[in-house]
């Protein structure tokens, strides 16, 4: 069941998380070899061919035996008609406005993620343009692109979606790879996903990669006092992808506050603190926490003042994170350092 959308916004105000709706679809859309991709990115679009097509014809019929035959009169070369019509109609149709589009650069070596933002229009060209190498496409949808990736910085499970030379193709397959290349921390349906980037280039030492995994589960009784929130262990999943440099992915079903608590601590822990609040309904008793940076750092030093042992651990886990250059999420890349205890004390 996915999460009620005002019951979350209520309970975290003022943080960027995403909410993404599972219902969204992804999309790659070739760039003729990489021939069109400045030109799809710098002018915000995508777009498909076969302009000789009447945009019209192809949205009003059904997968029919009289616009195939359209299509053989359009295009007589064409060997298999029905690839050209499955084509238009997936761009024209199937494709809606807050889907998401990846465009791959020549040789794949730049991978373009956007958003689309309206339906199919079709485009004026002239043939001076096109003569001064233009896109000649005239069906084209409005993109916002929000991320480019190198091709070094591809997520490997992607490499064989890239392997598809068809003009469009289905990606919702790679729904996860996606999210997680967009967003460090997201909510989708009742998942929440925190995703932590280890940066570190070289080979990742045995005992550094334990201690590495074990930092989240030895956050969770701070992050559980912070949120006020039951962590159940059977709610907690997590998938890793480390080939150095390479991604730790936690996921955490029910509630959304576990996983933002957790990455708002390890902002803390590698430099950070947040200034806003959560709320939570416990059936009619609300609980508000103030995480302002005195308020965070109140819990902080209660903490600290409880066990001198447990200073210590935030410490090594600090070390720990440092060493392997994990990067905290960047939805909370803005957020106030904290002044009062700085990194590393």
Known sequence: MDLDLETFVKQIEGIPVPIIDTNRRYWLVRTQSGE???EFFHDNFVGIGWDDLDFNEITKHEYNESLLELI?????????????????????????????????SAA???????????????AEINDE?????????????????????RK???DPYLYKLLNSHHTITDATAYDTFIDRTLHSLYVKGNETHLVLE??????????????????????LPIVEEFTQEEIKEENLDIKLSLQSPGTIEIIYYTSPLVLIGLGLVLHYIVGGSYKGNYSKTESEQSVSIESTSDGLLEKWLK???????????????????????????????????????????
Do not use: H
């Not at 070596?109 to 689309?116: Q, T």
């Not at 096109?130 to 409005?142: M, V, Y």
């Not at 570190?200 to 030895?218: A, C, M, Q, S, W």
């Open 152 to 154: 070094n910085e591809i």
């Open 72 to 104: 053989k009169i359009k295009y007589p070369d064409e060997k298999q008609p029905g690839r050209i019509l499955s084509q238009l109609k997936r761009f024209s149709l199937e494709i809606k406005i807050n889907d998401i589009v990846l465009i791959p």
């Open 36 to 38: 069109y991709y400045e």
């Open 303 to 345: 903490f600290r003042k409880q066990s001198d042992n447990q200073q210590m651990k935030l410490l090594e886990m600090q070390k720990v994170l440092s060493k392997l250059e994990v990067t905290t999420p960047k939805e909370l890349k803005n957020l106030p350092v904290s002044e009062e205890l700085p990194k590393g004390q």
């Open 198 to 219: 280890v940066k570190k280039k070289d080979n990742i030492p045995y005992l550094g990669l334990i201690k590495l995994l074990n930092t989240p589960v030895e956050l």
């Open 129 to 149: 343009d096109i003569l001064d190498g233009a896109c000649p496409f005239q069906k084209r949808r409005t993109v916002r692109w929000i991320k480019t990736v």
């Open 108 to 122: 794949s070596n730049f991978l373009s993620f956007g958003v689309v933002e309206t339906d199919v229009y079709e």
